[in-house]
């Protein structure tokens, strides 16, 4: 079975672009979750979704940072404008469903914005 | 508020020994506890998890134990060997919010 894919898995971008990245979940699962992952920071969970509606938002570091769900077979995290401090590895995960289920994660998104 | 901490950020141990990473959470009513190994350019997998209906789960090497009074939990792995070296993330589910939240991370090391 296919597991979490992201695109692109590597981007390297100038500040002030627009960055988009793109999340396939396992078929079926019905949860979805962007992470950040920084040295600094570690893990940080940025939005999560359940039946493609948000859920908490509340790890979003700011309105630059957008993240959809159009259908259950599709996300993206989109950052407008991009900064350098955003560069990090943005992760996207799936799992069954919210209450206890393991959550599976993708190979991760490596951004630099330079 | 939400909150996981983990210790120790580094551990070196000599293949053959024990590894042990502990953890504590801020929310009594955390009920399930997932831990994962994450290898360099990839992300994390999971290794092992408990309930909270559970004091203890072993899976071959690796096993975990919760105290649900004290709020930590850890994972032990016996008999380490080289294909263990990675950086080991606890974690715990916040039933208020239904969200996982990651502790900070182990980086552990085996020297052959």
């Known amino acids: 079975d296919a597991g979490v894919i992201q695109s692109p898995r590597h981007e390297v971008t100038e500040m002030g672009q627009e960055v988009t990245l793109r999340c396939k979940p396992i078929?079926?699962?019905?949860?979805l979750f962007w992470y950040r992952q920084t040295m600094m920071r570690g893990l940080e969970l940025l939005i999560y979704f359940n039946n493609n509606v948000p859920i908490d938002d509340s790890g979003m570091p700011e309105d630059r940072f957008s993240a959809k769900m159009p259908n259950a077979s599709f996300s993206t995290l989109k950052i407008q404008p991009s900064e350098p401090r955003d560069s990090a590895v943005y992760f996207c995960?799936?799992?069954?469903?919210?209450?206890?289920?393991?959550?599976?994660f993708g190979e991760g998104s490596w951004l630099t914005v330079v | 508020g939400e909150n996981v901490e983990q210790h120790p950020s580094t551990l070196s141990v000599q293949e053959g020994d024990s590894a042990v990473i502990k953890c504590t959470y801020s929310d009594s009513a955390s009920n399930y506890f997932p831990w994962y190994k994450q290898e360099l350019g990839k992300g994390p997998q999971l290794i092992i998890d408990i309930r909270s209906n559970v004091g203890e789960k072993k899976d071959q090497r690796i096993a975990v134990t919760l105290n649900k009074t004290a709020k930590h939990f850890s994972l032990h792995i016996t008999e380490t060997q080289p294909e263990d070296s990675a950086v080991y993330f606890c974690?715990?589910?916040?039933?208020?919010?239904?969200?996982?939240?990651f502790g900070s991370g182990t980086r552990l090391s085996i020297r052959p």
């Open positions: 974690a715990a589910r916040y039933s208020s919010a239904s969200k996982i939240i």
């Open positions: 995960a799936s799992s069954l469903q919210i209450s206890g289920n393991t959550i599976y």
């Open positions: 078929s079926g699962h019905n949860s």
